[in-house]
Structures are given as C-alpha cells and as structure tokens.
C-alpha cells in the first residue's frame, strides 16, 4: 500500500495510478500521510508533527486541492 501512497503523491508517474487529477473528496485522499499525520498529532500534539502535517499538505497539493 506504501507504494500506491508514494506514486499519488508524486508527480511522476501519477496518471497510471489515478485517472483523475483529484478525489471526489478530500478526506479520501492521501490515506497514508493522512493517518501518521493523526496518529503522530494524537501521540505527540500538533506541536511536535509539523514535518508529517506538511507531508500531507503536499500530497494534498500534487494532487490538485488548494490548502
């Protein structure tokens, strides 16, 4: 599953993976960096997960949501 999560978020290789340019929605998107952002935000606070928050922020981005 890692290597489905790494081809969506990047920018190569991207369109063999996923037809479309974005999800319908944005909560089923970036299902790995999504869920160690939360679990690292439930563990540790906000405060301390800045680098997996901005991870997510960029699969976000590479697949066309504007955050």
Partial sequence: ????AAA???????GEARTEKK??????????TK???D???????EENCGHLIEAHKECMRALGFKI
């Fill in 8 to 14: 969506s978020c990047g920018s190569e290789g991207a």
């Fill in 1 to 4: 599953m890692s290597a489905v």
């Fill in 35 to 37: 869920k160690a952002r």
């Fill in 39 to 45: 679990a690292c935000i439930i563990e540790k606070g």
């Fill in 23 to 32: 999800p319908l929605k944005p909560c089923c998107a970036c299902p790995e």
